[in-house]
């Protein structure tokens, strides 16, 4: 079955960095868009970034753009999220999720299988 599982959150001051994994099984992995979202407390969940396939495409909100970056590695069953200058409103949980096919998606209903978290604080 597809499995999705998270790694890499915890706790870092303001203008720190954090790399998050997700190791993948149970399906072809390069054969679909992946992407990351993250919920804080009280709040809806929110889109972070999403990859295709391929790698070779990449999208990501505007409160994130120029300090996240997305990445894959389908030889490893693995993308990653590679966190910069992190604000402490970047404090959340952090998913990883499989998109429905190929094509770059923005929305979680769009996603149908997801990792169970992990979480990263950002202290001020």
């Known amino acids: 079955q597809v499995q999705l599982v998270e790694s890499g959150g915890g706790l870092v001051q303001t203008g720190g960095s954090l790399r998050l994994s997700c190791t993948a099984s149970g399906f072809t992995f390069s054969g679909y868009s992946m992407g990351w979202f993250r919920q804080a407390p009280g709040k809806e969940r929110e889109f972070v970034a999403a990859i295709s396939g391929s790698g070779s495409t990449t999208t990501y909100p505007d409160s994130v753009k120029g300090r996240f970056t997305i990445s894959r590695d389908n030889t490893k069953n693995t993308f990653y999220l590679q966190m910069n200058s992190l604000k402490p409103e970047d404090t959340a949980m952090y998913y990883c999720?499989?998109?429905?096919?190929?094509?770059?998606?923005?929305?979680?209903?769009?996603?149908?299988?997801w990792g169970q978290g992990t979480q990263v604080t950002v202290s001020s």
């Open positions: 999720a499989r998109a429905y096919g190929s094509s770059l998606m923005i929305r979680s209903y769009n996603y149908n299988y």
